[in-house]
């Protein structure tokens, strides 16, 4: 039976040596070691089962990049899609971000728990404000009312109709800029 104590001994002493040029190198430095057939066994063994840990580990970070990549594609597509449709917009910005989210998710994953955290508060604040009656539900509202032209101007529209829609007069004019006149 091998010793487990034995295997830092020998790793370390294989470690340090990091870069062999050749053959011949190899064999010299097992020679002055004076390493055993059993220790050079387990020592392949050791080694063949980290290479196989680091190539599923590779594998796993393929599929992440995979994903990832696919979510960069889509994003590209969104934000054309962007461009075609100012109703589309407030849509697929929300998508935009849901895919950022998501990308920030993955990377995540690969950066550890830490990331994670993050992201779950952003995801948590987006769904707070994407709730019916929340800032954006107030947004698309007050930007409603502004399109069925009752109001002179997006100052009024906003004075008028902040109240009633539990928004603030500010919240309510930044809605309003940017968007076209009513016609």
Known sequence: MFDLS??????????????????????RVIEERKLSYEDLLNFAAC??????????????????????EGLLEAQQVAVEMLKQNYNERLGIAELSELFKTIRRFLEGQIRGREQQKK???????????SKPGGSRDKQQ????????GHY?????????????LGMS???????LRGTPDPT
């Open 119 to 129: 992201i779950q508060g952003v995801v948590a604040a987006n769904a707070r404000h």
């Open 152 to 164: 002179s101007s997006r100052d009024i529209c906003a004075e008028e109709e902040c109240a009633g």
């Open 141 to 148: 509202k007050i930007r409603e009312i502004w399109a069925s």
């Open 47 to 68: 080694t063949m089962a980290d290479f196989e840990n680091y190539e599923l580990e590779n594998e796993e970070l393929k599929k992440l990049l995979d994903v990832y």
């Open 6 to 27: 034995k295997i830092d001994e020998i790793l370390g002493s294989i470690k340090a040596e990091k870069a062999f040029r050749s053959l011949e190198e190899h064999k």
């Open 169 to 175: 007069f500010s919240a309510a004019r930044k809605a």
